[in-house]
């Protein structure tokens, strides 16, 4: 079953028969640079065209396909499957890499999962085979019984390993995390679809850090702090990290950000930005060499960028992840404070 992928850079054929994966994953898994930010039809970047043949949308109501010209054959990637022979336009540069450094599926087992906060959970998975990732990128994970996937950053670093771990907060009617809370999940076989995103700290890259996250989106971030503690990348660096939630008893990783704070010498701060109620002192009551503030996590971060921005070097990189609202007035903050250029913010949106 031939599918023609029409783009800016040129014309490719798929000739995988996977047809149970999307149209997005045979293509990446093919080593094709297709466009695409959430790989779980939230943002709507991996849009295409049905030229002709017939590709059916399993999610039709995806928040990503509410801008989608549907009546001129327009679909989501990540959302597709073709039902047979088709020709696709996608209008992107796309470009052919290493198929054997692509995007893959892999399974594994669920275990170690432990609540961290009243609406976190923490847990592992044991994969069938080792994966290398970059720092901060993220798996699409497929569990039993529930319909479609969910992006996950990686919490841990390492080249190459055989475990991976992620956090996941609680949502209301979230399929996914209320299966985790109801203590059914542990040993369960789930399915990963990865390492997926760009928004990475890239090995030997040098610069200042400055990391804005809230919630669950510390993943990706814990990710980048941890490779980059461990390539000494804080003896010649500043990095800070502000971390919103919304009381001090909803904070999570603290142990830790305080060990990754010592390794560093000081040369990495934490703030932890408390939304919903005052901080009772200027640092943590169990965890001292973690900063206490009251606010909104990018509003914490305005106040402070200005006080340090003229210390930044010039290859400081900005890392944002959250939720939209949040990180759109991080980047503004880094933007704006900050002064950097967009080339040097890298961020996840997770809706």
Known sequence: MAITLQTKTGEFKLDSDDASETLLFRGLSAGLSLPYECATGT?????????????????????????????????????????????????????????????????????????????????EVALEQPVA?????????????????????????????????????RKPGGGFSNWLFADQAEGAGISLFGPLG???????????????????????????????????HFSSNKGWLYFGVRTLADGFYLKELAGLVEKSGGALQVILALSDEAAPAASHPDYPSIQLHEGFVHEVAARGVKDFCGDLNERTIGFVAGPPPMVDGAIRVLLSEAKLPPSRIRYDKFS
């Open 198 to 232: 760009t928004a990475t700290l890239r090995p030997g890259e040098d610069g200042d850090l400055v990391c804005i996250t809230g919630g669950s989106g510390i993943a990706g971030i814990m990710s980048i702090l941890d490779h980059a503690t461990k390539a000494g």
């Open 133 to 169: 990732f970059a720092a901060g990128q993220f798996m699409v994970v497929t569990a039993p019984g529930l319909t479609g996937g969910r992006a996950y950053s990686m919490v841990n670093y390492a080249p190459e390993t055989d475990r991976i771990r992620f956090v996941v907060k």
């Open 43 to 123: 943002c709507g970047t991996c849009r295409a065209r049905v030229m002709s043949g017939d590709v059916e949308m399993a999610w039709p109501e995806a928040p990503g396909a509410s801008r989608l010209k549907r009546d001129k054959g327009d679909i989501l990637l990540c959302q597709s499957h073709a039902k047979g022979e088709c020709v696709l336009r996608v209008p992107s540069d796309v470009h052919s890499g290493d198929r054997a450094a692509a995007p893959h599926r892999i399974n594994g087992r669920l275990e170690g999962l432990k609540k961290l906060t009243s609406d976190v959970v923490d847990f």
